[in-house]
Structures are given as structure tokens and as C-alpha cells.
């Protein structure tokens, strides 16, 4: 299997610019998670889904912030406006197995915002 | 509130050392826990993940132990290596589907 696969591995924009991050999750996982990375915070969870349906996005920043998962094989994250303080490495994550699964990354999407 | 606490937040050893890297969690109601390697500039790679009834996992020169009553586990290294250097996460899940992550230990070994 290829693992998660996220794009772009790296982007930067200017503020104010609209973002949209990718993720293809490991075939047959049922949940996926959007986390964000950064020096200040650490990981923090965004977003997941199960079966496709948002669960809880409590984590998510603010209106700026959204995510969608039309199918089983893709999610997005969009930032729209994005401003500097949104710059982090952004992992999405999947899962099979409900709460006993073990959970896979991956790689990553760096953004910048200038 | 649950939270996961790591100790250090950084170490240096020399090759050959075995280690223990330590988690701590302020809930022992636990479902499971799961130990991570990160490289820089990579994601994230499973290394161990222990189910709330185990004791214990291994793999290789890994070793993950559960305590739940304390609250604790850890993450043993044995005979040390340069390639082990990397920053180790551990990761738990309560009764929901979120996976709350502690700082890291950021570990180098050298030769």
C-alpha cells in the first residue's frame, strides 16, 4: 500500500490567499484525521472523520477553516483567507478499526504564509 | 482534562546505551497507546501500539510498557544507535476517537 498521501508537500502563498491541502487516505481505513504541527503547539487535532461524516472540529481554528471528505479516498483542507499564523505543517492521518486501530501519517503539507 | 506528558523533552546518549524514553498521561481510563518516531521534516511513523489490556509490546530492540494504574509508560531502546536519533511522540486515545499527543522527546545518539 502507498501509505497516506497528502499534496502539496510544500506551499507558500501570500496572506490572504486561499489554500487547499489534500489527502488520499490508506485504502479501506474508515477514519481520517487532520492534525497541525507546530513548534509552539505541537500537534494539535483539526478535524476527523468517520465513514466520511466530520465527527468533531472542535479543533478547527476558526471560520477560516474547512474540511470535506466527499469519498472514502479523498478529504481537503481548506484556508480561506490564509494569514501568517497559519504557517505549521499540516499531517492528515488514517485509521481502520475504530478506536483499537493503529493510526498512520503522512508526510505532511508546509505552508507558509507571508 | 486529559492530557500526555513527556519526560525528557530532550536527550543525548552515545551509541551503544540502552534507554527509556517516558510518557504520562493524567486519565488511566485509557483505550490505547501508541508510540511514533518523527524524523525531521517527515511525518510521523508508527512504532508500537498497545492495546489497554497489554502490558507490553515489543518490536526489534523496542520495547513499550503500559502501566495504566500509574499512568505511565515507556519506551525502552535498546543498544542505541545513530539511526535512532529522531524525536519519539506517544499518543492516547480515551474513549473517543481523538488521539491526544504529548511534546516528544527529541533523542540523539551518537557515535
Known amino acids: 500500500d502507498a501509505g497516506v498521501i497528502q499534496s502539496p508537500r510544500h506551499e507558500v502563498t501570500e496572506m490572504g490567499q486561499e489554500v487547499t491541502l489534500r489527502c488520499k487516505p490508506i485504502?479501506?481505513?474508515?477514519?481520517l484525521f487532520w492534525y497541525r504541527q507546530t513548534m509552539m503547539r505541537g500537534l494539535e487535532l483539526l478535524i476527523y472523520f468517520n465513514n466520511n461524516v466530520p465527527i468533531d472540529d472542535s479543533g478547527m481554528p476558526e471560520d477560516r477553516f474547512s474540511a470535506k471528505m466527499p469519498n472514502a479516498s479523498f478529504s481537503t483542507l481548506k484556508i480561506q483567507p490564509s494569514e501568517p499564523r497559519d504557517s505549521a505543517v499540516y499531517f492528515c492521518?488514517?485509521?481502520?478499526?475504530?478506536?483499537?486501530?493503529?493510526?498512520?501519517f503522512g508526510e505532511g503539507s508546509r505552508l507558509t504564509v507571508l | 482534562k486529559q492530557e500526555v506528558t513527556q519526560i525528557p523533552a530532550a536527550l543525548s546518549v552515545p551509541e551503544g546505551e540502552n534507554l527509556v524514553l517516558n510518557c504520562s498521561f493524567t486519565d488511566s481510563a485509557i483505550y490505547n497507546l501508541q508510540w511514533f518516531r518523527q524524523d525531521p521534516g517527515k511525518g510521523l511513523t508508527s512504532l508500537l501500539l498497545?492495546?489497554?489490556?497489554?502490558r507490553e509490546q515489543t518490536s526489534g530492540r523496542l520495547n513499550a510498557s503500559l502501566d495504566k494504574s500509574s499512568g505511565r509508560s515507556t519506551l525502552y531502546i535498546a543498544a542505541s544507535q545513530p539511526g535512532d536519533s529522531a524525536t519519539y511522540l506517544c499518543a492516547v486515545i480515551w474513549n473517543t476517537d481523538k488521539l491526544i499527543f504529548g511534546t516528544g522527546t527529541r533523542l540523539q545518539v551518537f557515535p
Open positions: 485504502s479501506g481505513h474508515n477514519s
Open positions: 498497545i492495546q489497554s489490556s497489554q
Open positions: 492521518a488514517s485509521r481502520t478499526g475504530g478506536l483499537a486501530g493503529e493510526l498512520f
